[in-house]
Nanobody, 123 residues
Framework: QVQLVESGGGLVQAGGSLRLSCAAS????????MGWLRQPLGKEREFVSY????????VYTDSVKGRFTISRDNAKNMMYLQMNSLKPEDTAVYYC????????????????WGQGTQVTVSS
């Protein structure tokens, strides 16, 4: 079992930046690949980014490539998402999640979830 808590969301103007944090407790998060997913209001939850257990590989959805950077610090049981050049279409609830098995692109593959943090980008 692992418990996840996100923080760092908020309201920002288009072009601005935010840094999301995900704190893990319980079983160490280094046991899992970790992802950020988001859910815009009225839409399905969607994949944003993934980082392997040892940070050896990262994956991004096309719409955030070059703007978002995922990272993790296993010693601190933390994961981060640096979001730059934010756009109104990035507005969503952002979740961190731990992947046990399955496709990293599929939200249903993630077993452990945080409660989410709201990111709102105004135009």
């Amino acid at each position: 079992q692992v418990q996840l808590v996100e923080s760092g969301g908020g309201l920002v103007q288009a072009g601005g930046s935010l840094r999301l944090s995900c704190a893990a407790s319980g079983r160490t998060c280094s046991s899992y690949g970790m992802g950020w997913l988001r859910q815009p209001l009225g839409k399905e939850r969607e994949f944003v980014s993934y980082i392997a257990r040892n940070s050896g590989s990262t994956v991004y959805t096309d719409s955030v490539k070059g703007r978002f950077t995922i990272s993790r610090d296993n010693a601190k049981n933390m994961m981060y998402l640096q979001m730059n050049s934010l756009k109104p279409e990035d507005t969503a609830v952002y979740y961190c999640a731990a992947l046990v098995r399955g496709s990293l692109y599929n939200a249903e593959s993630y077993t452990y979830w945080g409660q989410g943090t709201q990111v709102t980008v105004s135009s």
